[in-house]
């Protein structure tokens, strides 16, 4: 709404609220889980929300996963043209061979949720608090930045910044996020450590 077409949405004020007009773009996702995580850690679990957000973004990798290959289905989100042996063409769109993104993208949430989950279960990553869930924000929306320069323009406000389109704009300030958890996370292990082999 706002990054996306914000001057077609203040003149259609109620087109905001009808979802089944259009999806949710992830970086909106992102804001709606993390805000619905601190809610539900604030009020239900009383635990932490990093506690918590390390162990939704798991299944949220993998539901981008499902995701993307409903966009490929629906001939969403189509890649710029190109000549590659495994191009698609989708037939509803146009006849020319385009780059599978969604079929990237998928690929690459498989690989965010085994690495997510293996860190969980067998690295013992959950006893650094906010660890996955900052390397969630560096995978997923790093993979997204690079990823765009294989989508078809979704417009946005990227003519006026020039340098990057919409969803890379948007994808920057996620990553340097995961940066500072995944930093914060390791620094806050380390002292724990520590306290303890003194204690």
């Given amino acids: 709404v706002f990054f996306y077409d914000w001057p077609y949405y203040s003149q259609h004020i109620s087109e905001i609220f009808k979802v089944w007009h259009g999806g949710l773009a992830s970086h909106g996702a ?11 850690s ?4 009383h635990k932490p929300t990093l506690w918590a957000l390390d162990r939704v973004v798991i299944v949220v990798a993998l539901s981008g996963l499902f995701i993307r290959t409903g966009n490929l ?3 969403e989100i189509i ?3 190109t000549d590659v042996p495994w191009a698609f063409i989708f037939t509803r769109v146009d006849a020319i061979p385009r780059h599978p993104v969604q079929l990237y993208e998928a690929i690459m949430y498989t690989f ?4 997510l989950n293996h860190s969980f279960w067998k690295k013992n990553a959950d006893k650094k608090i906010g660890w996955l869930f900052g390397w969630f924000l560096i995978l997923v929306f790093g993979g997204r930045f690079i990823l765009e320069y294989f989508k078809n323009s ?12 919409t969803g890379q704009w948007l994808s920057i300030p ?6 500072y958890f995944v930093w914060k996370a390791n620094i806050n292990y380390s ?3 520590e306290t303890s082999n003194k204690a």
């Fill in 112 to 115: 965010i949720f085994i690495f």
């Fill in 42 to 45: 604030k009020y239900v679990s």
């Fill in 154 to 165: 979704q417009g946005g406000f990227e003519s006026s910044l020039g340098l990057f389109t």
């Fill in 191 to 193: 002292r724990m450590i």
């Fill in 174 to 179: 996620f990553t340097i996020a995961g940066f």
């Fill in 73 to 75: 289905m629906n001939s």
């Fill in 79 to 81: 890649g710029i043209p």
């Fill in 30 to 40: 992102a804001v709606g889980i993390i805000i619905s995580v601190w809610l539900f």
